[in-house]
Each structure stands twice: as C-alpha cells, then as structure tokens.
Nanobody, 125 residues
Framework: QVQLVESGGGLVQPGGSLRLSCVAS????????LAWFRQPPGKDREAVAT????????YYTDSVRGRFTISRDNAVNTVYLHMNSLKPEDTAVYYC??????????????????WGQGTQVTVSS
C-alpha cells in the first residue's frame, strides 16, 4: 500500500501563494489517479483537484479553478498542489490521496486507497 506524507502547509496572507507536496513511500503511485482534498474547520471534506493516472487530465472544484494547479512527478513519487491568489476561505487541512485502482482518470473519495496525514493551510492577514 502507498504511504503518503504531505508538507508545505502553513500561514500565508490573502493573495499569496503556497505549494503543497505529497511524497509517496512504500510503493510507487505510478498508474494511479491522485487527488487533493481539504477539510475546513467544522465542514465536510471535499475534493479540490484530481489528476489522472497518466497526468493527461486534471479536474478542479469550482471554487479553486483558475487559482490552483495539481501536478505530479512520478520520477520522485510526488504530487503537488500549487495554490495562487489564496483566500481566507481556502483555510483548511489539506490531504493528498491515491486511488485504489489503476488507470483511472478521476479519483473519487469513495475509491481512495491511501490518505496522507494532512497539512494545515491558513490564509489570514
């Protein structure tokens, strides 16, 4: 099973940028769809962005489209979430996730096979 560890979270001012990283160990996540989820305080976890197994397709929730970019580098077993123009409503614990099945274009929460531990992102002045 893939083990995932997020990093890069922290405090950033509104309008700022931040890049989250998620490194896999134990097993490569090559050929698995990957995703970033987030959970604001007191709210349900939601999918933020997904990237297909081959990196050819990406998907974003409406609230982050145009501001966030998901990417992957299979050579170093890492998935990234680059966040621009951050807003206070982006404040949440961010989790990376890997699919439980191979060769999918879009990862759903119901099919997640591995979760990271989460990293806190706080957007505040």
């Amino acid at each position: 099973q893939v083990q995932l560890v997020e990093s890069g979270g922290g405090l950033v001012q509104p309008g700022g940028s931040l890049r989250l990283s998620c490194v896999a160990s134990g097993r490569t996540f090559t050929n698995y769809a990957l995703a970033w989820f987030r959970q604001p305080p007191g709210k349900d976890r939601e999918a933020v962005a997904t990237i297909s197994w081959n990196g050819a397709a990406t998907y974003y929730t409406d609230s982050v489209r145009g501001r966030f970019t998901i990417s992957r580098d299979n050579a170093v077993n890492t998935v990234y979430l680059h966040m621009n123009s951050l807003k206070p409503e982006d404040t949440a614990v961010y989790y990376c996730a890997a699919d439980s099945q191979l060769f999918r274009s879009k990862l759903r929460e119901q099919t997640v096979g591995s979760w990271g531990q989460g990293t806190q992102v706080t957007v505040s002045s």
